[in-house]
């Protein structure tokens, strides 16, 4: 027995000393040699917005496996799976024809259909709380553009179409002008359905509070390509040494919204991913378990690349060591949830434990989803999305026309890296975490 713990002790120790020295090493290789610049360059200035089922996703993982393989990955392919009829945008045209006559700031929410030319219709408001208000709103909504300030979940689609509505304006959830944008197959609205920015929604509300109904011109030219696609995730391997197929999975969405060029959701998740794997070939590191790198598809339509790719690797989630999904732009790493899981924090702890020389890294007794990890997390894997700074995330860039390089923090971006790098190269070569139920 003495001599069994003394062997425990001894590999723990020398489990510590490995990453000890890898630390520094990853650190070092991607402070001097980083290119997670060029990369963003290239996929958001050169390649630009890739939405799911476009041209633009395709030649974006054409260019990831294209730099996966230069990182020295190997199995680099594509995973396809039924994304169905993929949503194309077109011209949006609003304005007033009463009031001032202003243009207003509308755009189509995706995967709904359009108006089929412009039509004339005036506005009403529609907020309410509860469902029982909301069926007591519908008559008075026949024919008009209906303002949806507020009504609540359970509302049915069916019932405003069935209302005769002429269209739908939900308000963007930003503020400075900043379009939003949202929608996937089976949400709500799908049928001349718009998102206007908040301050032209107040303009709206505001002549409808002094007894003056607006009466707009709206056009929405966006709908549906007439055949189904097959949507893809790009897979890539770095071998681990050790026999038995246990693996760390790194994962962003190389998928963006369409009105920009998506630099930080997730042009940023995405080459940092790319970053831990070209630091460790370039440093000589071999993990024992195999790190893999998936970047999904679908992921604003409702995380379905990861679904799609649990659905399809269901015979390997066991092998499955842990899962770090980085979605919240390009801010310093400030923590790691540990989601809860008294199991999950001790390992985590000592995975961590060698990015104290980029500040207090904490785990914080907390869970946090919305991303592809909660795929993972919810059949039971240890799935983990790192806190971030969030700069002007939430509020401007994300799912916004201003979602550009510009609005990345290059020096917080590194240190991402370099935290992902060192808590992907603990969990390749340390303790097991176990699964839950």
Same mark, same amino acid.
């Not at 509860?130 to 303002?147: E, H, Q, S, Y």
């Not at 056009?219 to 055949?227: N, P, S, T, V």
């Not at 808590?423 to 340390?430: E, I, M, N, T, V």
């Given at each position: 027995?003495?001599?069994?713990?003394?062997?425990?002790?001894?590999?723990?120790?020398?489990?510590?000393?490995?990453?000890?020295?890898?630390?520094?090493?990853?650190?070092?290789?991607?402070?001097?040699?980083?290119?997670?610049?060029?990369?963003?360059?290239?996929?958001?200035?050169?390649?630009?917005?890739?939405?799911?089922?476009?041209?633009?996703?395709?030649?974006?993982?054409?260019?990831?496996?294209?730099?996966?393989?230069?990182?020295?990955?190997?199995?680099?392919?594509?995973?396809?799976?039924?994304?169905?009829?993929?949503?194309?945008?077109?011209?949006?045209?609003?304005?007033?024809?009463?009031?001032?006559?202003?243009?207003?700031?509308?755009?189509?929410?995706?995967?709904?259909?359009?108006?089929?030319?412009?039509?004339?219709?005036?506005?009403?408001?529609?907020?309410?709380?509860?469902?029982?208000?909301?069926?007591?709103?519908?008559?008075?909504?026949?024919?008009?553009?209906?303002?949806?300030?507020?009504?609540?979940?359970?509302?049915?689609?069916?019932?405003?179409?069935?209302?005769?509505?002429?269209?739908?304006?939900?308000?963007?959830?930003?503020?400075?002008?900043?379009?939003?944008?949202?929608?996937?197959?089976?949400?709500?609205?799908?049928?001349?359905?718009?998102?206007?920015?908040?301050?032209?929604?107040?303009?709206?509300?505001?002549?409808?509070?002094?007894?003056?109904?607006?009466?707009?011109?709206?056009?929405?030219?966006?709908?549906?390509?007439?055949?189904?696609?097959?949507?893809?995730?790009?897979?890539?391997?770095?071998?681990?040494?050790?026999?038995?197929?246990?693996?760390?999975?790194?994962?962003?969405?190389?998928?963006?919204?369409?009105?920009?060029?998506?630099?930080?959701?997730?042009?940023?998740?995405?080459?940092?991913?790319?970053?831990?794997?070209?630091?460790?070939?370039?440093?000589?590191?071999?993990?024992?378990?195999?790190?893999?790198?998936?970047?999904?598809?679908?992921?604003?339509?409702?995380?379905?690349?990861?679904?799609?790719?649990?659905?399809?690797?269901?015979?390997?989630?066991?092998?499955?060591? =842990?899962? /770090?999904? !980085?979605? *919240?732009?390009?801010?310093? +790493? @400030? #923590?790691?949830?540990?989601?809860?899981? &008294?199991?999950?924090?001790?390992?985590?702890?000592?995975?961590?434990?060698?990015?104290?020389?980029?500040?207090?890294?904490?785990?914080?007794?907390?869970?946090?989803?919305?991303?592809?990890?909660?795929?993972?997390?919810?059949?039971?894997?240890?799935?983990?999305?790192?806190?971030?700074?969030?700069?002007?995330?939430?509020?401007?860039?994300?799912?916004?026309?201003?979602?550009?390089?510009?609005?990345?923090?290059? =020096?917080? /971006?590194? !240190?991402? *890296?370099?935290?992902?790098? +060192? @808590? #992907?190269?603990?969990?390749?070569?340390? &303790?097991?975490?176990?699964?839950?139920?």
């Amino acid at each position: 027995m003495a001599r069994y713990l003394l062997a425990l002790l001894l590999a723990a120790a020398s489990t510590h000393a490995t990453a000890q020295a890898a630390a520094p090493a990853l650190i070092a290789e991607i402070a001097a040699r980083s290119e997670m610049q060029r990369n963003l360059e290239e996929l958001c200035d050169d390649i630009g917005p890739r939405m799911t089922g476009t041209p633009g996703l395709q030649r974006a993982q054409e260019w990831a496996m294209r730099k996966l393989a230069s990182y020295g990955a190997v199995n680099v392919h594509l995973e396809a799976y039924e994304l169905g009829r993929p949503w194309q945008r077109g011209r949006a045209h609003a304005r007033l024809l009463n009031a001032n006559s202003l243009p207003l700031n509308v755009m189509q929410k995706a995967w709904t259909k359009g108006t089929r030319g412009a039509i004339r219709a005036d506005v009403a408001l529609l907020n309410v709380k509860t469902l029982a208000d909301f069926n007591a709103a519908l008559p008075r909504l026949k024919g008009k553009i209906v303002l949806a300030e507020s009504s609540p979940r359970e509302a049915p689609t069916q019932a405003l179409r069935d209302a005769g509505v002429a269209a739908v304006l939900q308000v963007s959830g930003k503020e400075d002008g900043l379009q939003d944008m949202w929608g996937g197959p089976g949400q709500r609205y799908d049928s001349n359905a718009g998102i206007i920015t908040r301050e032209h929604a107040n303009l709206l509300k505001r002549l409808l509070a002094r007894g003056i109904t607006p009466r707009l011109e709206l056009a929405l030219d966006g709908g549906f390509a007439a055949k189904s696609v097959q949507a893809h995730n790009v897979v890539a391997d770095f071998p681990g040494s050790e026999p038995g197929g246990e693996m760390v999975i790194l994962g962003a969405h190389l998928d963006s919204w369409d009105l920009s060029s998506g630099a930080t959701d997730n042009g940023a998740g995405v080459v940092t991913m790319l970053e831990v794997m070209r630091a460790m070939r370039a440093t000589g590191l071999q993990p024992k378990r195999t790190l893999r790198v998936v970047l999904f598809s679908g992921e604003e339509q409702g995380l379905l690349g990861s679904k799609a790719y649990v659905a399809a690797h269901r015979d390997e989630l066991a092998r499955i060591q =842990a899962v /770090l999904v !980085q979605d *919240a732009g390009s801010g310093r +790493i @400030l #923590a790691f949830p540990d989601m809860q899981e &008294e199991a999950w924090y001790g390992p985590m702890s000592a995975a961590l434990a060698p990015t104290k020389a980029l500040g207090e890294i904490d785990l914080h007794y907390a869970k946090g989803l919305g991303s592809d990890h909660e795929t993972f997390y919810k059949q039971g894997i240890p799935a983990f999305t790192p806190l971030q700074e969030s700069r002007n995330y939430r509020t401007h860039t994300q799912h916004s026309q201003v979602d550009t390089i510009d609005h990345i923090d290059h =020096a917080d /971006l590194q !240190q991402a *890296a370099q935290v992902t790098a +060192i @808590l #992907a190269w603990g969990l390749l070569d340390g &303790e097991r975490l176990p699964h839950i139920d």
